[in-house]
């Protein structure tokens, strides 16, 4: 009798993809699969999180009567923990730590570099929309792994990851990660009977072009005319054209993103004049913006800050802020007419 088959798991997918690359020393391979542990275990922390609102008896302890951390810090400590001993990593970067995070010295080091969003979107997990963790993968360039790492080593525009991707937790947990060089984009989705992500989405490819515009329009008001024109011509019926673009804003970044790579189509978060510490608008370019340029690269799309390609932007500083017009390749290219004033 046949076996019932699990599919392709993501371990098998990453070794398969380690052999095709002769100099692959396994190192990569740890790497994601301490990742993918860190994610599995948030993912349970999150579909758990309206649960223990309803069980725990304060809403601040949770069953187990620990104390219930914000769900962001706690999944920022689960990844530190779990990356920090893997010994191939020199530092890590957090979208919820202003400096670099460094590796113990009880654990050995390696010459790779993690930055990530630990969980982003988090204000959105009580209402129950999907959140996400975005990492992006570097290799140190120079120095060796005993020496102690540089801010400037890290700072490497985003061409330089040697991956890329993120996590969604959302009706399913899904992975869906490149590890570049024109290798593809692929999905897998976690099957919690099995505790393995599974092969859901082989080779995703972004169409050329799109019927979705995703920006948050309140922000109208603190954009330049440039910006305005380019969101108000979305919503200008041309039929030659295939608008009005259909209006999709999730406010949960990994959501907006995932739902435009599988379907097409643009996500903008402009530079406004709402904040005047955030003029760059409020995504940030090495831990959301880069590691999601990388994965719509390898997916036939484009990302761009308005005026040329995100990966190409040399950061810095670690926390820099940038704006983003991402997703299919015509319509980012469109937008960045718009924005660099080159449109007729
Ligand atoms: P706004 C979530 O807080 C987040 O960082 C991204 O996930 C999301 O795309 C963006 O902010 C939403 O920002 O200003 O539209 O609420």
Same mark, same amino acid.
């Given at each position: 009798m046949k076996t019932q088959g699990v599919g392709i798991t993501i371990t098998e997918h990453i070794l398969r993809q380690e052999r095709q690359?002769?100099?692959?020393?396994g190192a990569f391979t740890t790497l994601i699969n301490e990742l993918i542990v860190a994610a599995k275990v948030i993912s349970r922390e999150v579909n758990k999180a309206g649960l223990v609102d309803i069980l725990g008896a304060t809403g601040r302890i949770n069953v187990q009567g620990e104390r219930v951390q914000k769900l962001d810090i706690f999944a920022n400590q689960i990844i530190i923990q779990r990356m920090?001993?893997?010994?191939? &990593?020199c530092c890590m970067g957090s979208e919820e730590d202003p400096d670099l995070i460094e590796i113990p010295p009880e654990y050995p080091k390696g010459d790779y570099i993690i930055v990530f969003d630990p969980l982003d979107g988090s204000s959105n997990i009580d209402v129950n929309v999907s959140i996400g963790t975005i990492f992006g993968i570097y290799k140190r360039e120079g120095?060796?792994?005993?020496s102690d790492i540089l801010l400037s080593e890290v700072l490497q525009p985003g061409i330089k990851q040697v991956a890329a991707g993120y996590f969604i937790y959302g009706s399913s947990t899904m992975m869906v990660y490149t590890t570049a060089k024109g290798t593809g984009v692929h999905g897998f989705t976690l099957f919690p009977s099995v505790g393995e992500f599974l &092969?859901?989405?082989?080779?995703i490819r972004i169409p050329e072009k799109g019927k979705i515009y995703s920006v948050n329009e309140s922000n109208y008001q603190y954009w330049d005319n440039r910006t305005r024109a380019l969101v108000d011509y979305f919503k200008t019926p041309d039929r030659k054209t295939g608008r009005p673009y259909t209006s999709r804003y999730v406010g949960s970044l990994v959501a907006d993103f995932h739902r435009n790579l599988l379907k097409g189509g643009i996500f903008m978060y402009p530079a406004d004049k709402k904040d005047p510490r955030k003029p760059s608008g409020k995504l940030r370019l090495m831990v959301e913006a880069n590691p999601l340029a990388m994965v719509v690269k390898e997916a036939g799309g484009y990302a761009s800050d308005?005026?040329?390609?995100? &990966?190409?932007i040399d950061p810095g500083e670690l926390h820099q802020r940038v704006p983003l017009y991402i997703g299919s390749k015509k319509d980012v290219e469109l937008a960045e007419s718009f924005i660099s004033g080159s449109a007729a």
């Open positions: 690359n002769p100099r692959a020393t920090q001993h893997v010994g191939q &990593l120095g060796s792994p005993n &092969l859901s989405h082989e080779n308005g005026h040329g390609p995100i &990966l190409e």
